[in-house]
């Protein structure tokens, strides 16, 4: 590994393992203004490092991992808030690749029989790539409900539900005859034939490429858990230190996420109903009169902040707790 990139990273300037003992706080920095920045500000014994003060815990995102952190040394003690290669897990297609891996894993090392209690997840196919094994599938069964979501977008955008192979035309309408390229895929280098010049078929090729946005399709479930007839969904936070080997720390709080209206079959295209993502509940009538039956207070211009809180305090505590305020028909 190489020298540091970044001549004024300074997360490794402590030499001394006695000195770290003798103090008392964490400094921290961050790339990031939001709340985040709040919460650490404000936290007992963690103190800002400004400039080019040496620090402990560097919140950053991904890209700033990467151009500042990549072939940097460490020392033992200094955290950053991501691991480099964490899509991984967060990206939906890669998520599902993983998935699908693990359990040719299990068959190879434990047999058929423990590998097919890997059946918490649905079908799945990566789009445009898997586009012919996800119609082989699709006529296997007839009738059936599918739902196609974009790979790396958040807050419900570009998701649908399906039954029919041309209600999915929109999405490929345009690119027949013409070669497909995936957004992830790396920039398309040209080539050098023998005699050295350019080939310039290459450059013609990549005008002929439309750019297609990855999505995955996915066996709808049918029958999801409900609760006062709603789908929901729990957002639960999970501390992981290492992936080799595995450690990570279980948050015992968080919130649950609801639809806007009950669960049916009979409107596929209705996001209330069957997408859970709270950028689409809040403000919404039901959940403003369930935080108004609980008796959560807003301050104005922070109704955001509030919903948020009592989606919280209402589902996490103790379910005995719980019970008087989600089960309910009234307040759902």
């Known amino acids: 590994m190489s020298r540091p990139k970044n001549q004024n990273y300074k997360g490794h300037g402590l030499s001394k393992g006695k000195e770290r003992e ?25 103190v800002e490092v400004k400039d080019e003060g040496e620090w402990d815990f560097y919140w950053c995102d991904v890209s700033w991992l990467r151009e500042n952190f990549d072939h940097t040394y460490m020392d033992e003690h200094v955290r950053i808030s991501h691991f480099r290669n964490h899509y991984e897990l967060t990206r939906k297609n890669y998520m599902v690749k993983n998935l699908k891996r693990f359990r040719k894993q299990l068959e190879r090392e434990a047999g058929k029989l ?15 790539c898997e586009y012919h094994l996800f119609v082989e599938e699709f006529r296997k ?73 990855n999505y995955v399709a996915q066996r709808y479930i049918e029958n999801p858990y409900l609760i ?70 807003t301050v104005p211009g922070h109704e955001r902040d509030a919903g948020l809180q009592g989606c919280r305090w209402l589902l996490l505590p103790d379910p005995g707790q719980l019970s008087p305020f989600i089960f309910p028909s009234q307040l759902l």
């Open 22 to 46: 003798q103090r008392a706080s964490i400094r921290f920095k961050t790339t990031l203004i939001n709340t985040l920045m709040d919460v650490l500000r404000h936290r007992p014994g963690w």
């Open 141 to 213: 069964n007839p009738g059936i409900t599918w739902i196609m979501k974009p790979v790396a977008r958040s807050q419900g955008k570009g998701i649908f539900l399906f039954r029919r192979l041309k209600d999915i035309m929109d999405w490929r309408k345009g690119t027949a005859g013409k070669k497909l390229t995936s957004l992830e895929a790396p920039p398309a280098r040209s080539t050098v034939n023998p005699s050295g010049s350019h080939d310039a078929r290459s450059s013609d090729d990549q005008k002929d490429e439309i750019p297609v946005e």
């Open 228 to 297: 006062g007839g709603r789908k929901f969904d729990l957002r639960v936070y999970v501390l992981v230190m290492s992936y080799l080997p595995l450690r990570a720390w279980l948050y015992r709080d968080g919130f649950a996420r609801f639809s806007n209206t009950r669960f049916t079959l009979s409107s596929i295209d209705d996001h209330s109903v069957h997408i859970t993502n709270l950028s689409l509940s809040l403000g919404h009538s039901w959940l403003s009169n369930l935080l108004s039956i609980a008796g959560t207070k």
């Open 114 to 128: 423990e590998a097919a209690k890997c059946d918490f997840f649905p079908k799945t196919f990566e789009m445009p």
